[in-house]
Structure formats: structure tokens, C-alpha cells
Nanobody, 116 residues
Framework: QVQLVESGGGLVQPGGSLRLSCAASRSIFSINLVNWYRQAPGKERELVAQITRGGNTDYPDSVKGRFTISRDTAKNTVYLQMNSLKPEDTAVYYC??????????WGQGTQVTVSS
């Protein structure tokens, strides 16, 4: 299994930037997929970024060009750089790890609020 701990959320003005971190308790290379999801009040959880063990990344159109997922394998940490933030990006952001044969693991979430 793996423990995932998010950090870096907060309050930011529209157009601003934030970087979220997801620290894993084991090597990133042992996790097949690391994803960032978000969930706004009254809405379903939405995938916003994915990085594979091989380093391939993917994003939905809603954040493509604004969000970037990356990793530091030495620190076992995955990041989500969020630029040009909009009020509709307000949500709790969750780190998710999928390990083949074991399933999904989730962090506790970190709140991101975009407001003036």
C-alpha cells in the first residue's frame, strides 16, 4: 500500500498560480498511475491530471495549457502546477495513486479557493 499526503492549497486571486504537492510513502516508480482529481461542492469528482510510471501525462480540455503535472522521483513527490486560475477551479484537490493488483489509494485532499 501507499500513503499520499497533499499540501499547497490555499486562497488565490483569479489569474494567479498555485503548486500542489503529493508526497508518497514509497517510490513513485512503484505506482502505476498518479492522478490529481478535484471535487467542487455539489459536483462529481473530476480527473484533472495524470502521470504514468513512464512519465507520460494527460489532461482534460478544461485545464490543458494551464495545469502541469510533474514529479521528483528523488523526493517521491508529484506536483500539480496550476496557472491562470479561475473561480471555477475552486475545489478540494485529491492525489490518487493506482497500483496494479492492489487498487486505488487517496490522499486527504487540499482546498483550493480562487476568489478576489
Amino acid at each position: 500500500q501507499v500513503q499520499l499526503v497533499e499540501s499547497g492549497g490555499g486562497l488565490v486571486q483569479p489569474g494567479g498560480s498555485l503548486r500542489l504537492s503529493c508526497a508518497a510513502s514509497r517510490s513513485i516508480f512503484s505506482i502505476n498511475l498518479v492522478n490529481w482529481y478535484r471535487q467542487a461542492p455539489g459536483k462529481e469528482r473530476e480527473l484533472v491530471a495524470q502521470i504514468t510510471r513512464g512519465g507520460n501525462t494527460d489532461y482534460p480540455d478544461s485545464v490543458k495549457g494551464r495545469f502541469t503535472i510533474s514529479r521528483d522521483t528523488a523526493k517521491n513527490t508529484v506536483y500539480l502546477q496550476m496557472n491562470s486560475l479561475k473561480p471555477e477551479d475552486t475545489a478540494v484537490y485529491y492525489c490518487n495513486g493506482y497500483i496494479l493488483g492492489q487498487g486505488d489509494y487517496w490522499g486527504q485532499g487540499t482546498q483550493v479557493t480562487v476568489s478576489s
